[in-house]
């Protein structure tokens, strides 16, 4: 499979607790985004990253979020404490240069936080 | 950062019935993209437009982007139960950072 990988699929996390999400990009992609969807909403950019370095990131919370994408191994989201309010869908996307080609989407992790 | 207008939010029609949702902004796109994202997936690309008055056909799929590069409409001929879905349009901006519209939510009802 040469598509986005993200996972987990579906993540459940009590309140206070962290995330972790992971995203593999496409073989041969170097570029990495990660998108927040609320239900019955468009997609919001949340950060842009290339290997070992974060290029916009004016999409984070200012707290508890950050996000992280090394040499080797997946590009990691991360939340701090989650609160009910960061439940949602996030989607990672990979391109392999000038994002005019498009973005390759993976299928997202639902975080629900109880 | 430059807004993307998407109307109407809500779509519902009859299978075999023509329909046209629109995607607008107050400022030049340099280029626009077209996803498709169903539900529980992520968005796919179905096509990027870069020339103003450009058409582009996918199937019954046609997409029109205005002359002034302002904005883009995506047609759909003899709509489908799989055409259901949310539609989102999105333009480049900044460094690579794709800003999506809220989307045009689709229902093809059989």
């Known amino acids: 499979n040469a598509g986005v990988m993200q996972n987990p699929r579906h993540l459940v996390r009590r309140r206070g607790q962290e995330a972790r999400l992971r995203c593999s990009p496409m073989?041969?992609?170097?570029?990495v985004y990660w998108y927040r969807q609320l239900p019955e909403e468009g997609l919001k950019f949340m950060v842009y990253l290339q290997k070992e370095n974060i290029i916009d990131e004016s999409g984070m919370p200012k707290e508890r979020f950050s996000a992280e994408f090394p040499k080797e191994g997946p590009s990691i989201l991360r939340i701090q404490q989650v609160v009910r309010g960061d439940s949602a869908a996030y989607f990672c996307?990979?391109?392999?240069?000038?994002?005019?080609?498009?973005?390759?989407f993976g299928s997202g992790t639902r975080l629900t936080v109880v | 950062t430059q807004l993307l207008e998407q109307s109407p939010q809500f779509l519902s029609i009859q299978e075999g019935e023509n329909l046209t949702v629109y995607c607008n902004s107050s400022?030049?796109?340099?280029?626009l993209q077209w996803y498709r994202q169903e539900p529980g997936e992520g968005p796919v690309l179905l096509v990027t437009v870069v020339t103003g008055g450009e058409v582009k056909k996918l199937k019954r799929l046609t997409f029109q982007f205005g002359d002034a590069r302002k904005d883009s409409s995506l047609h759909i001929t003899a709509a489908q139960p799989g055409d259901t879905g949310l539609y989102l349009c999105?333009?480049?901006?900044?460094?690579?950072?794709?800003?999506f519209g809220q989307g045009t939510r689709l229902t093809i009802n059989p």
């Open positions: 999105a333009s480049i901006q900044g460094a690579q950072k794709l800003v």
């Open positions: 073989k041969g992609h170097s570029h």
């Open positions: 400022s030049v796109f340099s280029s």
């Open positions: 996307a990979s391109s392999r240069g000038r994002a005019n080609y498009g973005y390759t």
